[in-house]
């Protein structure tokens, strides 16, 4: 069966840390790019982070730069996103989402989700107290 599984939400205070991991099963990750989007109760689904299978390449939204990283374990088939230095406004349901963007095209349309039109990881919920 072709699908993500994200997992690693929970709780935490501000300047903690989560590791998000998102496990993909049932096809071949190679020439894929995976993102991390994030939904907050009454918001658009917000691109967080991505990652090129193909060159490793690495994108983040300016609100998470220097705070979050995103890597992959291709062996494991496993892209993880690690959230440093966490605040409130980071509360969210966070998903993981994948699709073969054609290189030239994944710069500027890594985060927008109408791009991911068919692997979708269920959500994690995120939640940072002050």
């Known amino acids: 069966e072709v699908q993500l599984q994200a997992s690693g939400g929970g709780m935490v205070q501000e300047g903690g840390s989560l590791r998000l991991s998102c496990a993909a099963s049932g096809f071949n990750t190679d020439q894929y790019t995976f993102g991390w989007f994030r939904q907050a109760p009454g918001k658009e689904h917000e691109g967080v982070s991505a990652?090129?299978?193909?060159?490793?390449?690495?994108y983040y939204a300016d609100s998470v730069k220097g705070r979050f990283v995103i890597s992959t374990d291709n062996a494991k088939k496993t892209i993880y996103l690690q959230m440093n230095s966490l605040k409130s406004e980071d509360t969210a349901v966070y998903y993981c989402?994948?699709?073969?963007?054609?290189?030239?095209?994944?710069?500027?349309?890594?985060?927008?989700?109408?791009?991911?039109?068919?692997?979708w990881g269920q959500g994690t919920q995120v939640t940072v107290s002050s």
């Open positions: 990652i090129s299978t193909t060159d490793g390449n690495t």
């Open positions: 989402a994948a699709e073969r963007i054609p290189s030239p095209f994944i710069r500027s349309q890594w985060s927008n989700p109408r791009v991911y039109t068919n692997l």
